[in-house]
């Protein structure tokens, strides 16, 4: 089964602050975007939302967060305020070099206005996302531009989303010298490869696909067994899997852990899905 880590810290709470919906991209983008992701939230105050750190490069459209985010190493936190909605494209890995025209490395923990690489279409853009009466709209205005950007996808592009590809499809990945088999390359290349397509480390890569699925079955297990599930994830020890936990989320296994608990433990807040309105 192919994994996509989405890592939402937190989901419980997250599902009473903000609706949440994936769309597929226009076909002619297939190859390049994973899916879209449209939300929309109506509070009083204000939630700050965590997620955890992803492989993939996402371009957003929200109010205060338009931009192109590349692949990160520590918790993203983005605040949510009133009333508003927006998009976010979810990138394949491997696939985003022939819009940025340079090496994904360079977006490596930081994010660049959409004017950077898309020109003043990025501002129309996200001018047309801000006014849009529903998700389509939306969605037609933003494949509109990336259908304008795009180019074919190297050789060598390819080689690395299949990489990903393999990571995802396959949690008995767990060291660099088993995907560099898989891939028929040398770890060294496929170092490289990752550098120029992907923008992180193959070794980062499958260490934040075991960190989701650990912060995933943290949160659903009632009463996890630690070391169990540092055995599972292909994890020497737990006191290595700890710290690489701890690295990436800010609090170790049981902290994590307990907080989902008192997610789901808590009484729902009261939420309004809300159609789309000019703003």
């Known amino acids: 089964m192919r994994r996509i880590p989405r890592g939402i810290v937190d989901e419980h709470v997250a599902r009473t602050k903000f609706t949440l919906a994936r769309h597929a991209p226009a076909p002619a983008l297939a190859e390049f975007v994973d899916y ?47 009333r508003a909605h927006g998009l976010g494209v979810r990138f394949r890995p491997g696939c985003f070099r022939p819009f940025l025209g340079a090496p994904v490395r360079l977006l490596a923990d930081r994010s660049v206005p959409l004017e950077d690489v898309f020109g003043g279409g990025g501002a129309e853009a996200a001018e047309s996302v801000r006014n849009a009466s529903g998700d389509q709209e939306m969605i037609a205005a933003v ?87 540092a055995a599972r994830l292909g994890y020497s020890d737990q006191p290595h899997f700890t710290r690489d936990f701890r690295a990436v989320t800010g609090c170790s296994p049981g902290e994590f852990a307990r907080s989902a608990r008192r997610a789901v433990s808590a009484e729902p807040i009261e939420h309004k899905p809300i159609a789309h309105k000019p703003r």
């Open 36 to 82: 879209h992701w449209v939300l929309n939230w109506d509070l009083d105050g204000f939630h700050d939302q965590h997620v955890l750190p992803n492989v993939a490069v996402h371009v957003t459209f929200f109010p205060g967060a338009c931009g192109v985010y590349g692949p990160g190493h520590t918790l993203f936190t983005h605040r949510l305020e009133g």
């Open 143 to 229: 494949d509109n531009l990336l259908i304008a950007k795009q180019s074919a996808l190297a050789p060598a592009a390819r080689t690395a989303a299949a990489a990903v590809e393999t990571i995802a499809e396959d949690p008995e990945i767990t060291r660099v010298d088993q995907l560099a088999a898989r891939a028929g390359l040398s770890a060294r290349a496929l170092q490289r490869l990752f550098a120029e397509h992907v923008g992180c480390t193959p070794k980062w890569a499958i260490r934040i696909y075991r960190l989701n699925d650990a912060a995933r079955s943290l949160a659903d297990a009632g009463s996890p067994d630690f070391a169990d599930l």
